[in-house]
């Protein structure tokens, strides 16, 4: 696991379960983020060192974006990608990761986007994403 994220307004649209999920995911991250990256450093480096304390997950209420985790490194690019129409669904390396419009960040190297909506033709860009790098991506759907 790591706090490296996707951020979705979309997502807030989906109801509360999933919203809040999101949101206690990412509050947790923010309390216990540091302590399971040096935990994960020191099994990577030992084998043997200690698994990191059990987390509690809380629920937080509020509004604004919410997170969840993609990229596993620190180094990273921010993606963003928005569609014409809004809302439609993105998948980066066949994975879904939220709708439109949204800005997640990807680990250096080559990964495929692609976006896609019922009633649209698809859209997909494969693109080498740079550490610290930023891309701005519009999917422009044609209707079907």
């Not at 809380?58 to 809004?86: N, Y």
């Not at 949204?102 to 080559?110: D, I, Y």
Request: some cysteine.
């Amino acid at each position: 696991m790591n706090g490296d994220s996707v951020i979705s307004k979309s997502t807030l649209s989906l109801g509360g379960s999933v919203q809040e999920a999101c949101e206690a995911i990412t509050k947790d991250w923010s309390a216990h983020g540091a302590a399971i990256r040096a935990s994960s450093a020191a099994s990577a480096a030992d084998p043997k060192a200690a698994a990191p304390p059990e987390s509690s997950m809380t629920k937080s209420a509020g509004g604004g974006p919410v997170t969840a985790p993609v990229a596993a490194s620190s180094l990273t690019g921010k993606v963003t990608v928005s569609s014409l129409p809004d809302g439609a669904d993105i998948y980066v390396d066949d994975n879904f990761v939220g709708n439109a419009p949204a800005t997640f960040k990807l680990s250096p190297g080559k990964h495929t986007v692609k976006v896609s909506q019922d009633g649209y033709n698809g859209w997909t860009k494969e693109l080498s994403v740079i550490a610290d790098s930023e891309v701005n991506l519009k999917a422009a759907l044609g209707k079907n």
